[in-house]
């Protein structure tokens, strides 16, 4: 029988990290990024109906509702990145790392957020920029006959959303170095 009061699967092996204030500004508003970004996905839902009815009720295909579909997609999921990494709920292989103990943990987190995530987040915007400015001097519109126009827009989100995500690797990485200051602190009393 489960006991009531243990924490559930995910506390056990997730990394308790003190929050600084720079950690809960940026939280905050990726969060409500987050919650404005779940929007997205009613619309979704809403634009997929309509354009089953329309195809199949009255044999109306639109390249344009189609467009709207994966452009909605794209936009939710890449800024659902940063709001994912916020509420830890992105995949990590716990698989080693749970039985390593916290300080090393941390010390893996400080090497994945400083080696890997920023510099990763930060070289997708340098290339992004010119693409989406490219694409907004050139007011890109779909390839397709009847499709969506500002296909800069689009591109604009992928700019904004890997801002995002490196915002949060700042934020995660000063909750890592409290973390290990703290623990050095209390070790030297």
């Known amino acids: 029988m489960d ?33 404005f970004a779940s929007l997205l ?7 997929i109906v309509v354009q089953v009815v329309a195809r199949y009720a009255f044999g109306q295909g639109s ?11 794209a936009i939710g999921f890449i800024l659902g990145l940063s709001f994912t990494e916020v509420k830890e709920r992105n995949v990590r292989i716990d698989v080693l790392a749970e039985k390593f103990a916290p300080r090393t943990r941390q010390w893996i987190e400080l090497f994945g957020l400083a080696a890997l995530l920023l510099p990763f987040t930060l070289v ?7 693409f989406f400015w490219s694409s907004f001097t050139l007011n890109e519109v779909s390839a397709a006959p009847g499709g969506l126009p500002y296909r800069w827009v ?3 989100f992928i700019v904004s959303a890997f801002a995002l ?7 995660r ?12 602190a209390a070790a030297r009393h």
């Open 165 to 171: 995500l490196a915002l949060v690797a700042l934020g």
């Open 124 to 130: 997708v915007i340098w290339f992004a920029i010119p």
């Open 3 to 35: 006991n009531p009061l243990a924490p559930p699967e995910a506390e056990l092996h997730s990394l308790h990290l003190p929050e600084t204030a720079l950690s809960r500004t940026i939280d905050r508003f990726v969060c409500w990024v987050g919650e």
């Open 63 to 73: 390249i344009m509702m189609e467009e709207l579909q994966w452009h909605l997609y």
């Open 154 to 156: 689009l591109k604009s």
């Open 173 to 184: 990485l000063t909750r890592v170095l409290a973390a290990l200051t703290a623990q050095r």
């Open 41 to 47: 996905w009613t619309a979704l839902m809403l634009v």
